[in-house]
């Protein structure tokens, strides 16, 4: 198993329904495993606070430096809302991977869903997990959803273009073997930034228009690594997302919505990128740099 899968897991394994028949919502039976360094993970955190789901779902942050021995759980994340875990006995997230399934041989990757009741993963997607949060909060409590039927199409189709276009391009470009491929996938990221800050001149406040919906949940944990990390780490030094005026304020008005902005960490991501085993640098200091707002 090489870093470079290990950093971007495009497939996962675990796909079960929170709210199904065999995972019923219950109050403080599940519990959301997350790292403040992993964009994908910072999606769940996002939808967990938006929803209202902070007093149902328990949440354990791991450890910003990842190590081969997986994140850490034991020296996890210090902050309010990262509480211990719920099976003490186990202090790397490949030990939660292994006590709901064994055999399992994959990528002990976060965000996971975990459910108490049974030791099992409920879900380890973080596109289903939010999307299931949502669902979940829309049923049980007065909260407007974030995946509204009339919009679930077009939100589909951004979210896929943000995904093929920026998230998955960035990690291409960071971890190229050669010229030809960091080329194609470098383009692909600035094309993308300058086609979406002119969208978002055009929407409204938000990428599907004047409502927040999930495209923007999938949006600004990786855009809010961007100058910050990709930069130069990934050498994506093209531009700042401080040049495009649009997205600019739009990632400032989400800023303000403290279920964003304060599930954000700037030093926390970087040293878990720059530090990390399974990142394209030696791994020896964080960069002093830049000054992201």
Known sequence: MS???ICHVEITSFHNELGSEDYPFEKGRYWLFTSKVCPFAHRTEIMRALTGLTDHIGLTIAGAIQTEHGWDLGGRYESVDSAASPIADINRLPGIYKLAAPDYLGRASVPVLFDTKTNTIVNNESSEIIRQFDQVATQRFEYSTLYPTDKQML??????ELS??????IYRTGFAKDQATYQLYFEMVFTYLTKLDKRLGETGAYIAGDQLTLADVHAYPHLARFDAAYHSLYRLNKNFIRVYPNITDYMGRLGEISAFGDTLDVQAFKEGYFLAWNQPTEGYFTPAGPEVN
């Open 164 to 169: 093929d276009k920026l998230i998955t391009p």
């Open 3 to 5: 870093a470079n899968e």
């Open 155 to 160: 939100i589909g189709e951004l979210i896929n």
